[in-house]
């Protein structure tokens, strides 16, 4: 048995917050119900590329689970969903604040037809406060948060992010995580709850050594200047003489004398506190001075901390996930196969079975809806 197995969950959700979030609620057996608009369902749905009917993104954040499609808005809606809010455990959404119960599915209303619910709303400002109608997307939570700042350079422009972290670190994981101790509340109590997930809120967590050192020191962070953003020779990117990239982080001391005799630095310059900036420059000196097969080898047998950086495509493709199994599992569309997308829900927690396809819009209407 899988922990989940048993657990209903109705997904309202679109796009990638709801649904990474229901798709790990999935893989550890949950039945995830989602519903979508008829004629389109999930917005994402129609993206590029594609992998059999419908995009490669939907598929991946919803292998597993089944589809209803159905018009919340019609005259009958709530009546011929009720079944489904009877025996449901969890329900994930992510509208605006609001929208739900002018839907007549806000908690308020659902909890009357099954008091055991767990009802998760996964917005950008929460449920409550100046911004909750403000529209936005995971660069603006960064934004707000001060999360954009500290990836910028040391003339202080930022860079786009390649991650959208808020809508899964402040999103879906936080909507796990609390979805999981609200069903542990459950067991004990018998009664459901609400839960208010923020992403903007929850990106905190993650600036936890700033927040700290501005709080306790005065010290707040300078863009590029601090010692995980690039501030200190020991926490740092360095270009090779073939235009790739070498992610040097030997913080520890034992690791940076290593580090500073492979390279040669000279002596006066390994005192780091000294001279960061005089320290920086001749480390990326000698680094521009050699390849990457060069410093790889160089770097071979120790204990310094550096790696080459590799584009996403080498590192799928590199020997030690591929020991690892991170890619194992599959994603199905009729004959077309691909990997699933690795989520952190532990092997054996998770199903034997190692390939599943998604949804199609509204496949299970008939079994599910009267």
């Known amino acids: 048995m899988r922990p989940l197995d048993g657990i209903r969950v109705l997904d309202f959700s679109t796009l990638v917050p709801g649904p990474l979030a229901t798709l790990l609620l999935a893989e550890a057996g949950a039945e995830v119900i989602k519903v979508e608009r008829p004629g389109r369902g999930d917005e994402m749905r129609s993206y590029e590329p594609k992998f059999g009917v419908d995009a490669v993104n939907f598929g991946l954040l919803n292998r597993g689970k089944r589809s209803i499609a159905i018009d919340l808005k019609e005259p009958g809606a709530i009546d011929r969903l009720t079944p489904l809010l009877s025996s449901a455990d969890v329900i994930v959404e992510q509208f605006r604040p609001g929208v739900m119960d002018r839907l007549g599915l806000g908690y308020e209303a659902v909890r009357q037809i099954n008091p055991r619910l767990i009802y998760c709303s996964i917005t950008g400002y929460g449920q409550?406060?100046?911004?909750?109608?403000?529209?936005?997307?995971?660069?603006?939570?960064?934004?707000?948060?001060?999360?954009?700042?500290?990836?910028?350079?040391?003339?202080?422009?930022?860079?786009?992010?390649?991650?959208?972290?808020?809508?899964?670190?402040?999103?879906?994981?936080?909507?796990?995580?609390?979805?999981?101790?609200?069903?542990?509340?459950?067991?004990?109590?018998?009664?459901?709850?609400?839960?208010?997930?923020?992403?903007?809120?929850?990106?905190?967590?993650?600036?936890?050594?700033?927040?700290?050192?501005?709080?306790?020191?005065?010290?707040?962070?300078?863009?590029?200047?601090?010692?995980?953003?690039?501030?200190?020779?020991?926490?740092?990117?360095?270009?090779?003489?073939?235009?790739?990239?070498?992610?040097?982080?030997?913080?520890?001391?034992?690791?940076?004398?290593?580090?500073?005799?492979?390279?040669?630095?000279?002596?006066?310059?390994?005192?780091?506190?000294?001279?960061?900036?005089?320290?920086?420059?001749?480390?990326?000196?000698?680094?521009?001075?050699?390849?990457?097969?060069?410093?790889?080898?160089?770097?071979?047998?120790?204990?310094?901390?550096?790696?080459?950086?590799?584009?996403?495509?080498?590192?799928?493709?590199?020997?030690?996930?591929?020991?690892?199994a991170v890619f194992a599992q599959r994603l199905t569309a009729g004959e077309a196969s691909m990997s699933a997308l690795p989520v952190p829900v532990a092997p054996a927690f998770r199903s034997s079975e190692a390939a599943l396809g998604y949804p199609l819009l509204g496949e299970a209407n008939d079994e599910l809806l009267p």
Request: aromatic share 8%; hydrophobic share 45%; glycine share 8%.
């Open 128 to 324: 409550h406060g100046p911004r909750v109608d403000v529209a936005a997307h995971d660069l603006n939570y960064q934004a707000q948060t001060g999360m954009l700042t500290l990836a910028a350079d040391a003339q202080g422009e930022p860079v786009v992010p390649a991650v959208l972290i808020a809508d899964i670190a402040g999103g879906a994981y936080p909507a796990v995580l609390n979805i999981l101790l609200a069903l542990r509340a459950r067991d004990r109590s018998g009664v459901g709850s609400k839960l208010d997930i923020s992403m903007a809120d929850n990106l905190f967590t993650l600036m936890y050594w700033g927040l700290g050192n501005g709080a306790a020191a005065g010290r707040w962070p300078k863009p590029g200047g601090e010692f995980v953003t690039g501030g200190s020779p020991r926490y740092r990117i360095y270009r090779t003489a073939d235009d790739r990239f070498l992610a040097a982080a030997p913080l520890e001391q034992k690791f940076w004398d290593q580090f500073c005799a492979l390279l040669q630095l000279p002596s006066a310059l390994c005192d780091d506190a000294a001279n960061p900036a005089a320290t920086i420059a001749a480390i990326a000196e000698i680094v521009r001075g050699k390849t990457s097969d060069e410093l790889l080898r160089l770097f071979a047998g120790h204990d310094v901390c550096c790696n080459i950086a590799a584009s996403l495509r080498e590192a799928r493709d590199d020997p030690h996930f591929a020991a690892r």
